[in-house]
């Protein structure tokens, strides 16, 4: 019998190396290496035997859309790139205590509910902890099939005798094991190997197949990086944890566009869709606050408005604080460069505070027209105009380039009552009854708050 090899494969990115090392050659992670051994003799190559001749075919023909099972989980569904498609493998990444599973029965119940048969199969809790969170959620009804296991080899099984189900979810691929690898459950060739079964049964028997996976930041327990790239969709479910929005959003999806988000609230019963998101991203003002602006963005393909929030304050003597949450921080550098240089701020000697409302993460670079405005708004303590959003991108000689979709984000912001909104020159489209003000040097917005309070309309 062979002698088994062992190797050592970082837990966070999959790399595999010969001798043990405190930090990952390839992701740079530390402490993320691990001995594990190594599965098979590595494989021959081809040999002598010959293959099929494949049929090679043009790129017109005929094509059918996959058929879709929609959860009725209207934010979900539309994540999936419009309902869930049959024989797809999903993994679903997410801090824990996110609301992963909470997210998951209420899909696989409400289907379940409504006539197809569904399996969740959790190796995390047992099946009366389940029941308890079903009736928490008023599901205890639903004619959903339920085991608490981590054998890959029963769930195969199970899910291979009689008929198929629908979907089925595995809550956490962390906790799964197959019994013919050497390795302990979580390590990423446990992980690897019962992720590549549990995928080829969904194929197998056209089941959608929900796999939970954990991200851990001290990479211990294998990140469902190593998996995106067996998966067709990966989503993952966000939020701070202080505040009860939850956002999902599809990083990979084979089937769908990718960025789409899904806004859900966390409450007592559950999580419920938040079918319009920008009522809740914005703050509640009764009258203008300075140093608070109202960003038209877009994401995935749906355009919301946020409040982004600045605050500039004296510092003491010393290097003064930069925080951000929401956005990239290398993004406020530069915004407060171009300030500071082409707009003459001195804004270099002083803290300065970056929040987006709601716990949203912006990755727009036309959000830096609103964060300049909240940032020139506090410093002057000057409110920005009532009723008024802002979107633009900033280069860095301190010009306004225009941005993508700006008609759907002018029409967004009509729908929910603003009357005016600061642009990039050559925006056009805008709906009756909003105003556009455009710009094309960042200085000309910086101006504005220069001018006595009362000039401006
Ligand atoms: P859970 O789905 O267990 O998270 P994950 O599977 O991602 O680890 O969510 C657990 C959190 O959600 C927990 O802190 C309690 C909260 N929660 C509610 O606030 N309301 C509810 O109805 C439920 C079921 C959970
Ligand atoms: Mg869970």
Not at 295 to 315: C, D, K, N, S, W
Request: charged content about 20%; overall charge neutral; proline content about 6%.
């Amino acid at each position: 019998m062979a002698k088994a090899q062992q190797i050592f494969v970082c837990q966070a990115c999959g790399a595999q190396a010969h001798k043990w090392a405190g930090r990952c050659e390839t992701c740079g992670e530390w402490n993320s290496i691990v001995a594990e051994t190594a599965a098979a003799a590595p494989p021959k190559g081809l040999g002598a035997g010959k293959g099929a001749k494949l049929e090679l075919v043009g790129l017109a023909g005929e094509t059918t859309p996959p058929p879709r099972l929609v959860t009725g989980i209207g934010e979900l569904d539309r994540v999936a790139g419009g309902g869930l498609v049959e024989g797809s493998a999903l993994l679903v990444g997410g801090d824990p205590g996110i609301g992963k599973s909470t997210l998951l029965l209420q899909a696989v119940a409400a289907l379940a509910g409504r006539g197809a048969p569904c399996v969740y199969i959790s190796g995390e809790e047992g099946v009366d902890q389940i029941r308890l969170r079903a009736r928490r959620l008023g599901l205890e009804k639903a004619p959903l099939a339920l085991a608490s296991a981590t054998s890959v080899r029963d769930i195969v099984t199970t899910l291979e005798t009689g008929t198929a189900p629908k979907v089925a979810v595995i809550d956490s691929i962390q906790t799964m094991y197959l019994d013919s690898l050497d390795a302990a459950p979580g390590t990423v060739t446990q992980v690897r190997g019962a992720a590549q079964e549990l995928i080829r049964l969904a194929k197998r028997r056209g089941t959608v197949m929900f796999l939970v996976g954990h991200v851990t930041k001290e990479g211990q327990i294998a990140g469902p990086r190593v998996l995106e790239h067996m998966v067709d969709t990966v989503l993952y479910f966000e939020g701070e944890r202080g505040h009860q929005f939850r956002l999902l959003r599809a990083v990979k999806n084979r089937f769908g566009p990718a960025n789409e988000i899904g806004v859900f609230q966390m409450g007592d019963a559950g999580l419920a869709e938040v079918p319009n998101p920008s009522a809740l991203l914005l703050g509640n003002h009764e009258r203008p606050v300075s140093g608070a602006a109202v960003f038209a963005g877009i994401e995935g393909t749906r355009p919301v408005l946020v409040e982004i929030q600045a605050l500039v304050a004296g510092a003491p003597p010393g290097s003064p604080r930069r925080a951000v949450v929401g956005w990239d921080s290398g993004r406020l550098s530069m915004i407060l460069a171009v300030l500071e240089a082409r707009c003459g701020l001195a804004l270099s000697a002083k803290d300065v505070y970056l929040n987006v409302a709601g716990g949203l993460k912006i990755g727009e670079p036309a959000a830096d027209l609103a964060v300049a405005a909240a940032l020139v708004s506090s410093l002057t303590d000057r409110p920005l105009p009532e009723g008024n959003v802002v979107f633009g991108e900033i280069g860095l000689s301190g010009e306004v380039r225009p941005v993508a979709q700006a008609e759907s984000r002018l029409k967004e912001a009509a729908k929910l009552g603003f009357r005016r909104a600061m642009v990039p020159k050559g925006t056009s489209g805008a709906p009756t009854g909003l105003k556009i003000e455009t710009f094309d040097r960042l200085i000309d917005l910086v101006a504005l708050f220069a001018e006595p309070p009362g000039r401006r309309a």
